[in-house]
């Protein structure tokens, strides 16, 4: 089963109607919300993390854009600049979802950018500034899109 994290954005025109459940109903997946924000009338957004079959997945998410759903892939917008990281292991105790962690036996620190969040505690601890675009990425940021 392959999972995938994504930013959906409604307008107002969009934001009441019922077509997240569509997601289950039609396209037989999983969905969890990690996070949401409406704006009264005016936009909502939510962190989405999707879970079933890949094409079921890509299915999901053109049904969405078909309905006016903007859909922002987290793994397009997040990532690890490698060369900085020294895979000292300060960020995988913090991270809530798991997307980053220590391997043994050659003791290099994994990132898995589908189980990412973009909550930015990584960002915040890492000293070297390896995940510092992580740190400024801020979904729900009103009035912007994703950086
Ligand atoms: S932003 Fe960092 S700490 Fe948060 S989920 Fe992503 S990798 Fe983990
Ligand atoms: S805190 Fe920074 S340098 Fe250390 S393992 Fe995490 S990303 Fe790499």
């Known amino acids: 089963m392959a999972s995938r994290n ?26 969890n919300i990690l996070e949401a924000k409406i704006l009264p009338r005016r936009e909502g957004r939510i962190l989405l993390e999707l879970r079933g ?3 079921a997945i890509d299915e999901g998410i053109r049904f969405l854009e078909e309905c006016q759903v903007g859909v922002e892939r987290l793994a397009d917008k997040v990532w690890r600049e490698d060369e900085k990281c020294t895979h000292c292991g300060a960020c995988t105790g913090l991270c809530p979802t798991g997307a980053l962690n220590l391997m043994r036996p050659d003791m290099k620190v994994v990132f898995e950018v589908d189980k990412c969040v973009a909550c930015g505690m990584c960002g915040l601890v890492c000293p070297f500034g390896a995940m510092k675009d992580i740190k400024l990425f801020d979904p729900f940021a009103e009035g912007r899109t994703a950086v």
């Open 53 to 55: 079959e890949e094409t």
């Open 6 to 31: 994504v930013l959906l954005i409604f307008k107002s025109s969009i934001m009441y109607k019922p077509v997240i459940y569509k997601l289950a109903k039609d396209f037989d997946l999983v969905f």
